[in-house]
């Protein structure tokens, strides 16, 4: 496992950008995949986004494609989702989160990680 800590929520308008940001410890971050979860109230938590840095493309849900982008720098051992044109459904507090994947795979199940951030609260509003 690696611990992860995030940063970069807020509140923002609709149309609005936001970077979230999720700083790794404790192992070869290179070896990880890394994806960005959210959960709203009542709802269940979702991947938006995933990737291993790798030659397979990043994942994103259909519901943010096309504005999420999802980045790594490995000699930062940092993971960035990059936020634009977010809408009020954007709201959440989103999770990065990190499993051990050196082959070029990645997951996009909850329950496939086992490294979690302690969440941040992204409002979208106006």
């Not at 800590?5 to 940001?21: H, I, K, N, W």
């Not at 070896?31 to 959210?38: D, I, K, L, Q």
């Not at 519901?63 to 993971?79: H, L, N, P, Q, Y």
């Not at 051990?100 to 990680?113: I, L, R, S």
Request: with cysteine; hydrophobic share 30%.
């Amino acid at each position: 496992q690696v611990q992860l800590v995030e940063s970069g929520g807020g509140l923002v308008q609709p149309g609005g950008s936001l970077r979230l940001s999720c700083v790794a410890s404790g192992r070869t971050f290179s070896n990880y995949a890394m994806a960005w979860f959210r959960q709203a109230p009542g709802k269940e938590r979702e991947c938006v986004a995933a990737s291993n840095g790798r030659s397979r493309g990043p994942f994103y849900a259909d519901s943010v494609k096309g504005r999420f982008t999802i980045s790594r720098d490995d000699a930062k051992s940092t993971a960035y989702l990059q936020m634009n044109t977010l809408k009020t459904e954007d709201t959440a507090v989103y999770y990065c989160a990190a499993r051990y994947a050196p082959g070029n795979w990645y997951p996009t199940g909850a329950h496939e990680y086992d490294s979690w951030g302690q969440g941040t609260q992204v409002t979208v509003s106006s």
